[in-house]
């Protein structure tokens, strides 16, 4: 079936960037995903690309796709002590029932002053 | 826009009792989805209907547990008898339909003694 990795853990010193890595085995996946966890909290979508896209740029986000690879990467520039939190890689595939999301474990991402 | 509401935000029961969860999605949003995530997992889909009908309940453990969601808004988990390895949080989201972006919930953090 469907699988999405991530490690579990990066700690980037604040004002630094962090890139969180993701790898997913459906070669059929349409979307792509990162979500947003703080604690107590539901999920944010932080944001998406679609798979015939190699790079999308939002602010302080760049989400990069190597389709090839089936690789995914969110770089967060400058990175704050508000960006601590648990980020979810999670893909959505062509034939994969009725649109469901497969969500990776989540990579926290701790900052260090 | 008031999101996705949960309740309640917290339950602490002993194995074999039963237990409910409840979900009042964003206003308008024909789909809904509830999802269970445990510790250090990401959100597993457990059931996803849209308006009142089940559209993916393949990955619900039916000999325990039972999802409702009559008239198309609210909807209510059930567990019943309780096991130790239902501890987790139940997350519930919506979308406006079947491929638009998924609001959660706080969840239901559910732990069984």
């Known amino acids: 079936g469907e699988d999405v990795e991530q490690s579990l853990f990066l700690s980037v010193r604040e004002g630094d960037s962090s890139v969180i890595n993701c790898t997913y085995t459906?070669?059929?996946?349409?979307?792509l995903y990162w979500y947003k966890q703080e604690p107590g909290a539901g999920l944010q979508l932080l944001t998406y690309?679609?798979?015939?896209?190699d790079m999308k740029q939002d602010q302080r986000l760049t989400v990069l796709l190597n389709k090839k690879d089936k690789h995914l990467s969110l770089r967060i520039a400058d990175t704050q002590t508000g960006d601590s939190a648990i980020y979810f890689c999670?893909?959505?595939?062509?034939?994969?029932?009725?649109?469901?999301?497969?969500f990776g474990s989540g990579t926290r991402l701790s900052i260090r002053p | 826009e008031a999101g996705v509401a949960q309740s309640p935000r917290y339950k602490i029961i002993e194995k074999r009792q039963s237990v409910a969860f409840w979900c009042n999605p964003i206003?308008?949003?024909?789909?809904l989805y509830w999802y269970q995530q445990i510790l250090g997992q990401g959100p597993k889909l457990l059931i996803q209907?849209?308006?009142?009908?089940?559209?993916?309940d393949s990955q619900l453990p039916k000999d325990r547990f039972s999802a409702e969601r009559l008239k198309g808004v609210d909807s209510t988990l059930k567990i019943q008898p309780a096991k130790l390895e239902d501890s987790a949080v139940y997350l519930c989201?919506?979308?406006?339909?079947?491929?638009?972006?998924?609001?959660f919930g706080p969840g239901t953090r559910l732990l069984v003694l």
């Open positions: 989201a919506s979308s406006l339909a079947v491929l638009e972006t998924q609001y």
């Open positions: 459906d070669s059929s996946s349409t979307y």
């Open positions: 690309i679609f798979s015939n896209m």
């Open positions: 999670a893909e959505r595939g062509l034939y994969s029932s009725a649109s469901k999301i497969i």
């Open positions: 206003s308008g949003h024909a789909t």
């Open positions: 209907f849209q308006n009142n009908g089940v559209v993916d």
